[in-house]
């Protein structure tokens, strides 16, 4: 008997070696490799439902029917999926994430790994790890990255097979932390989509894709050896590096605020005292501050109330995607 519906979860991922700018932007093959830890706290469920009276996909996220980008987008991921993959049959996808939409941490990787896992289930397509990744990474890039466990490293490729993420080290090999500093007021932003695009615009472009090799392996090599001063060194480097080339893009976007700035330099003051924080950002304002079992408390207790932050969201390394149940 065949599966009329499947669910899924996983959690969204921290890119410490940033993906910004794509070789072929319908298969999102990325320009650079990249790697991130998946966060245990936060995740989204999904429930795909085949629809067999449906004229078209229809999406509800935390119980709103969508209708605008988010569905359009939806949708478009099915149709290319259905193509790839040879498949029929109209999807009703109900999606529930545990962390607040508003919050600004993006919930791309985490909802497309969560959709991916469930078609695979539910259409028997019964694709590996590698395989499950890449259909995740047709939705949205760094949804590769949430398929595997752990600490993942997205791999470019040079086709729709070939490009996806494996796990590097699991999370009981190095227990890191993210606090992610929200940023209270998040302006009308441009999203990644559009983002890549824009990338080569850039003149800082070539340089950042230059070296992106060599700042893969420092940080593979501080994940492995679990050194976090080369980490963050490298991670801090990245981030910058990647939002230099957002700066410098026509037309420009700037995700940095200026509390975004004032935590930044906190967090270098505070390593500077020895306590083991550095910091990331993604396409948006908010600070992702990585960092160790023993500094984790001190650094809550530190932001906590400081000055532009709405927010705290703490969460450790995590899982991968994972099939909940078939029907
Ligand atoms: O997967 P997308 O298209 O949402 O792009 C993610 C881009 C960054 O979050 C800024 C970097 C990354 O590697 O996750």
Known sequence: MTANSAVAQAHPNIAF?????????????????????????????????????????????NGEVQ???????????????????????????????????????ASSASAFAALAAAVNALFELELNSDYLSALARLGSGSASR?????????????????????SIADSDHWQLWDCVAVVAKEEKKIGSTQGHKLASTSPL??????????????????????????????IELDSDMMHAVMMTSRPPIMYWQGASVSIMHEIRRLRSRGIEAAYTLDAGPNVHIISTPDAIRKIEDHFRGFNGISSLITSPVGDGARLISVN
């Open 146 to 166: 949430s398929v595997p466990p752990g600490y993942c490293e997205w791999f470019p490729g040079k086709t729709h097979a070939d490009s996806y993420a494996r």
């Open 205 to 234: 472009q070539d340089a950042r894709l230059k070296n992106a090799d060599e700042r893969l392996s420092i940080c593979r090599e501080a994940i492995f050896k679990k050194d976090f001063e080369q980490l963050a060194a490298v």
């Open 17 to 61: 070696i940033k993906y910004w700018g794509n070789k072929d932007e319908i298969l999102r093959l990325p320009e650079n490799g990249s790697i991130s830890m998946n966060l245990q706290a936060l995740h989204t469920r999904t429930t795909a439902t085949i629809d067999h009276d449906a004229s078209a996909d229809t999406l509800s996220i």
């Open 67 to 105: 209708e605008g980008l988010a569905l359009s987008r939806a949708r478009q991921y099915l149709e290319k999926v259905r193509e790839i993959y040879s498949i029929s049959g109209k999807l009703r996808i109900t999606s529930e994430n545990n962390f607040p939409m508003a919050a600004g941490i």
